[in-house]
């Protein structure tokens, strides 16, 4: 479970995290939850979940 795991993070050291969590799905099967208000990171996710206020908005 990741919460805004690239948020305060320069743009190399996002990317280097967001790597390290894609590998690790590859290689190790590993399935990762994270939040995020980054649509360019939700975008690498093989499911996203959209949710406004509470409710859950989208589900893809």
Known sequence: L???PTGNLDT?????IMQIFQNLHKEKGITLIMI???PEIGEQAE???WIRDGLVQENS
């Open 47 to 49: 499911r996203t979940i």
């Open 2 to 4: 990741a919460d805004e």
């Open 36 to 38: 995020t208000h980054d």
């Open 12 to 16: 190399q050291s996002g990317e280097e």
